[in-house]
């Protein structure tokens, strides 16, 4: 064996080494990425939820609000 077999394999090594550190600093990046989009999502819900309760509510105070004009006309029909 030559020393310059086991320089190669050494330059071979730490470039492994370094491609490793190198990935595991982008999975962490990336896993991070993820927890936000997730908290971000996770917000977006329950902004959602909040949208479609007020949206219902305003439904109902329209479908009554129809319900009385529609029995104040009927009664102004049957005025004689």
């Known amino acids: 064996m ?3 077999f086991i320089d190669d394999l050494e330059k071979k090594i730490d470039e492994v080494v370094d491609s490793l550190q190198k990935t595991r600093d982008e999975n962490k990046e990336q896993v991070g990425k993820i927890q936000e989009l997730s908290d971000e999502n996770g917000d977006l819900k329950a902004e959602l939820e909040k949208v479609n309760n007020e949206s219902l509510e ?5 479908n009554t609000a129809v319900d009385r004009i529609k029995n104040l006309l009927y009664k102004l029909e049957n005025i004689e």
């Open 2 to 4: 030559s020393l310059e």
């Open 58 to 62: 305003h439904k109902n105070q329209l």
